[in-house]
């Protein structure tokens, strides 16, 4: 049940009310008798020196709160779970003291400033570890404690899911520069506010001012309470948000997790940034004879012209090592008798100045390689001289032992071959022969005819270069169920840069039954032909199995063949420059990540099971998917998932037939009976108040 909305001013009261009461309350406290049951719940406050809430606070450094509880209490993990709102430059410093705890606070106030100190969960009791939840001490250094709420839902843009414990961010909008192309905002100032987000995405931002806030999401990995692009996720929303205009929302108790949560008025796609690096050749290094490698500092690159003063251009073959292209291996085809110790030669390309633009230079090369003996090998080079002295003084020849063929490759020589993907050959050089004509393919029927023996027939094979491995292969041929194949690949059809030869390769194959997999058909539907998606087939734990790229609403149906049994997702990509690959935000530049959604059904479900020889077809609607994300519709979602969730819960529970608790308390998901989770989950519709 929804209550009718309050004046603004008595609403205001009732909220700072429930957390304070929410921080100072519990139904009882319970004891540890020998034989008794187990405490589950956590320290009490029973005094705070100065109040909670209170005004008029001095600016001066070196204050202290007391803290004092209804029984002992340890501090654990206070690094990630506490923080002040604003950030302070000296953290205050938390000691046990008695039955409580004193926070010193070591820096110089801003005047007329709520600040907020937020526990987490760092405060427990010391017997039993039950954490405190959410607790918060506030006051002010101004006549009034600010009191507007904010609430929000951060997501993994990719993902689809929640990101937990992020910090939000709030910056007034006049306390900043106005940003248009370019938003350094989160780089040059501090935030005025905090809030964090609890582990199911949601936060409650309390204690904002009435005025227009310029907000950021980010993911504190390090937990040093700053930004590293590269490193933390972020996401930013594309305009400003007065907490006194925004849409009323609900406030529930979340009695499995025991904290307050709420519908979010805002919602963060979060996506990890790329941070800016100078590009700088930072290194060149020549491993092997027939390779060196180059190292940039950022990535793609520009190069415009490489040379080698031995070695003819068409003779050094460019491998990129790295997505980004940042690292290089340059592989010499030429003998290794006329490969100099040390190659010279130069490199022409953009790189940046002390002003970070970029700047044409060219730079000298020089490449230096040679033969380095191993203690392994020194040994035994040693030995053998031992052995063919030993066998020279007996009058005896001596024989040199075969020594182990250096070509390598990664083949795999028996198995069940994914007709779709077909085989894949990888070598430790670039080849410069592939001979095809002198490798055979045969296939003999899996049962011949009673009494006769199989017949074997050759068949057709290619050998195709991966556009994005120089060294990688695949093994195509009309791969075909029933029959057994094996692959023979003579001494010699193989050759390097560095002259070595393969020996010879025999593999054995079977082919997957496509009766022992489920057949998956997507159908796109939608008002807009031109906009391109890539479908993706995700397993029950949304890893990545298979996708198809380039799917408008005419492409007509998706198929997926060879899906595995058991529970899978559909995610679609809207791909909106349509290069087949989902592309990451740039907050800097002010672009967001491309939108990524999880397929779910009229019913909620976005879960569905697949069994052998099963053709499941799905009709999705994109307009409908990619609609504008609203505050309703974003609580629908959270509702199903939790919904999901829970379900799983209790299937997982009642299969592991984990006994009820019998002492009346919530210990969170491992501890809750699933009938006492799903009651719970369909209570949370009762929410007790909207605020504004």
């Known amino acids: 049940m929804i209550h009718k909305k309050p004046s603004i001013n008595l609403l205001r009261l009732f909220v700072v009310a429930l957390f304070a009461t929410m921080m100072l309350c519990r139904c009882a406290t319970v004891g540890s008798p020998t034989g008794g049951p187990r405490d589950t719940l956590p320290p009490v406050i029973v005094n705070l020196t100065p109040d909670n809430f209170s005004v008029n606070r001095p600016l001066t450094g070196h204050q202290r709160i007391y803290i004092e509880f209804d029984e002992f209490v340890q501090i654990k993990d206070q690094q990630k779970e506490f923080f002040t709102s604003p950030a302070m430059k000296k953290k205050p410093l938390i000691t046990l003291r008695g039955r409580g705890i004193m926070v010193q606070l070591r820096d110089t106030l801003a005047p007329n400033t709520t600040y907020s100190l937020n526990f987490g969960s760092a405060l427990r009791d010391n017997n039993e570890g039950n954490p405190l939840h959410s607790m918060r001490y506030v006051f002010s250094t101004g006549s009034s404690i600010d009191s507007l709420l904010l609430s929000g839902y951060t997501a993994d843009s990719y993902k689809a899911d929640s990101v937990s414990k992020s910090f939000i961010w709030f910056f007034p909008v006049d306390s900043v520069e106005e940003v248009r192309d370019y938003d350094s905002t989160i780089f040059k100032y501090s935030p005025a506010q905090i809030a964090r987000a609890e582990t199911n995405g949601i936060f409650i931002a309390q204690n904002l001012k009435p005025i227009p806030y310029r907000i950021y999401a980010i993911q504190d990995k390090n937990d040093n309470q700053m930004y590293e692009p590269g490193v933390d996720q972020i ?39 790329k941070p800016f690096r100078r590009q700088i050749l930072q290194e060149k290094k020549r ?69 970070n633009v970029l700047q044409r230079v060219s730079e000298e090369l020089k490449l230096s390689w040679r033969k380095i003996e191993t203690k392994e090998e020194e040994r035994e080079r040693e030995r053998l001289e031992r052995e063919r002295r030993k066998a020279e003084a007996q009058g005896e020849v001596f024989e040199e032992p075969k020594v182990e063929n250096p070509f390598k490759h990664t083949l795999p020589t028996s198995g069940d071959i994914h007709p779709e993907e077909h085989l894949w050959v990888e070598f430790d050089y670039p080849l410069n022969r592939l001979d095809t004509a002198s490798i055979k393919l045969v296939r003999t029927l899996t049962e011949g005819e009673e009494g006769e023996s199989p017949q074997a027939e050759d068949c057709r094979v290619e050998f195709l270069r991966d556009t994005a491995k120089l060294r990688r292969y695949q093994v195509r041929s009309n791969w075909q169920t029933g029959y057994n194949y094996q692959l023979t690949i003579p001494a010699g059809a193989f050759a390097d840069v560095a002259g070595q030869l393969n ?86 530049e002010l672009r967001q990540p491309e939108r990524t959604e999880l397929y779910v059904n009229e019913q909620g479900e976005s879960l569905f099971i697949t069994k052998a020889n099963w053709e499941i077809e799905l009709t999705i609607d994109v307009d409908r ?39 009346g308390h919530n210990h969170g998901l491992g501890g809750t009976s699933s009938v006492n989770a799903m009651s719970a989950m369909q209570s949370t519709g009762d929410m007790f108040q909207r605020h504004r």
């Open 287 to 355: 491993p092997l004879q027939h390779k060196a490698e180059l190292y940039f500092s950022a990535a793609y690159p520009k190069i415009e012209e490489l040379r080698f003063d031995s070695i003819a251009s068409d003779k050094v073959l460019i491998e990129p090592l790295t997505s980004g292209r940042d690292t290089l291996a340059l592989w010499f085809n030429v003998p290794s008798e006329q490969l100099p110790d040390t190659i010279r030669g130069e490199i022409t390309y953009f790189k940046h100045d002390t002003a």
């Open 625 to 663: 998917l990619f609609a504008p994300v609203t505050m309703q519709s974003l609580q629908q979602l959270l509702d199903e998932r939790e919904l999901q969730r829970l379900a799983r819960e209790a299937e997982k529970q009642a299969k592991s037939g984990k006994k009820k608790n019998n002492d």
């Open 503 to 588: 020996d010879t390769i025999i593999g054995r194959y079977s082919v997957l039954n496509p009766e022992k997999f489920a057949v998956l058909k997507v159908k796109l539907t939608g008002s807009d032909p031109s906009k391109r998606y890539i479908v993706q087939q995700l397993d029950a734990s949304g890893k990545l199995k298979q996708e198809k790229f380039d799917i408008t609403t005419v492409s007509g149906e998706v198929q997926f063949n060879y899906v595995a049994t058991g529970e899978i997702q559909v995610r679609l990509v809207e791909d909106t420059n349509g290069n087949g690959r989902w592309d990451t935000g740039n907050v800097v």
């Open 235 to 273: 996401g930013f929303l594309d305009k400003t948000h007065n907490p006194a205009e925004l849409p009323d929302f609900a406030i529930w108790f979340d009695s499995l997790r025991s904290y307050y949560t709420a519908e979010p008025q805002l919602y963060f796609r979060m996506f990890t940034d």
